[in-house]
């Protein structure tokens, strides 16, 4: 390995993934630990935030070894409607129930491709629908309401 970073986005990428490691992981100091064995509420979080720490270390040992290559084109469509998908659907989940909302959200998701026409984007909605209902709720028996107080059938 040289001495000198070439690729600055693993140095950000990592730093960043180890920041947050830390501010998780601090998160839980608080919260019993426990062991393997017997875990406290603390634990799993803690481990969760370990193994950040270690991605975040690779990564950022990574940029050591790389050239440091063009950060390119930032695809601000995907974030304009990838990003709001899921708030969508937590704002929404108990108002609208599950199916809508989940109908919705994958509509809104399914815009972020400008190669996906907007037929197979309703198409791509309700397969996801049909087959998250079916394995949340009839499959795993989530308990959950399919249609929300907002929609009166």
Do not use: N
Not at 24 to 45: A, N
Not at 116 to 122: A, C, E, M, N, T
Not at 135 to 140: D, Q
């Amino acid at each position: 390995m040289s001495a000198k970073p070439k690729d600055r986005t693993d140095i950000a990428t990592g730093l960043l993934l180890m920041a947050a490691a830390v501010f998780f992981g601090w998160q839980t100091m608080g919260l019993e630990i426990g062991t393997s064995l017997r875990m406290g509420p603390g634990y799993f979080p803690m481990v969760l935030s370990g193994l950040l720490f270690l991605l975040g270390l690779l990564v950022f040992l990574k940029a050591f070894g790389r050239e440091d290559e063009p950060f390119g084109k930032v695809a601000w469509r995907g974030m304009a409607f990838i990003l709001p998908a899921p708030v969508f659907f937590g704002l929404t989940v108990r108002g609208l129930g599950f199916v809508p909302a989940l109908f919705l959200a994958a509509l809104i998701a399914a815009q972020a491709s400008t190669r996906l026409k907007p037929l197979h984007g309703l198409v791509l909605a309700v397969i996801v629908t049909i087959a998250s209902t079916l394995i949340f709720s009839y499959g795993l028996g989530l308990p959950f309401r399919r249609f929300g107080p907002w929609l009166q059938f």
